[in-house]
């Protein structure tokens, strides 16, 4: 199969790391490294962290869970997952990820074709992805009413809509 533009191969070591909604999102390959084909990000959602109920309109969402269990909603399916579990969620279907449990959860998210990456480095705030940084987003106050218009209008530039804000 011969791609159009075939990505360079790509080593990192050192990942940008966000703060985007109380969650911790390290860019371990972005769209860019990946000539767009996919993105693949590790986060770690504190207990309590919510992804709002939200449609990803241009990519495929799939996720592994390494440690702790997550919540998942999808269309109308909601199952918790536990370490070792993974899904998949197409575009166009409403999804919802909820950290209830009393542990923080770890995952890696792939997104194809990439493009999310874009989105998580643009909303969220740059931070150094440190234990102590993953307590202090779990203590962050929820997005002020005006920051959430803000959030709702970048997502809807990168394809996504927001149904349902974390928290609600």
């Known amino acids: 199969m011969n791609l159009p533009n075939p990505p360079a191969p790509v080593m990192q ?3 940008p790391t966000y703060a ?3 969650v911790q999102m390290r860019v371990l390959l972005s769209s860019k490294q990946t000539g767009g084909q996919f993105s693949m990000i590790e986060g770690i959602m504190p207990p ?3 992804g709002g109920l939200h449609i990803h309109l241009r990519e495929d969402e799939s996720m592994v ?3 702790g ?3 998942v909603t999808i269309g ?4 918790t997952l536990q370490a070792g579990s993974s899904y998949f969620a197409p575009r166009g279907v409403p999804q919802r990820l909820r950290n209830r449990g009393t542990t923080p959860m770890r995952g890696i998210v792939i ?3 990439g493009g999310f990456d ?3 480095a643009e909303a969220g705030v740059p931070i150094d992805g440190t234990a102590t940084t993953l307590d202090a987003l779990a203590s962050a106050p929820a997005p002020s009413a005006q920051e959430m218009v803000a959030l709702l209008r970048l997502a809807e530039a990168f394809g996504i809509a927001i149904l349902v804000p974390p928290g609600a």
């Open 69 to 71: 269990e997550l919540e």
């Open 20 to 22: 985007f909604l109380g």
């Open 111 to 113: 997104t194809t074709p």
């Open 65 to 67: 869970i390494l440690e």
């Open 76 to 79: 109308d399916e909601v199952m």
């Open 118 to 120: 874009e989105f998580i």
């Open 48 to 50: 309590g962290g919510d």
């Open 13 to 15: 070591r050192a990942a």
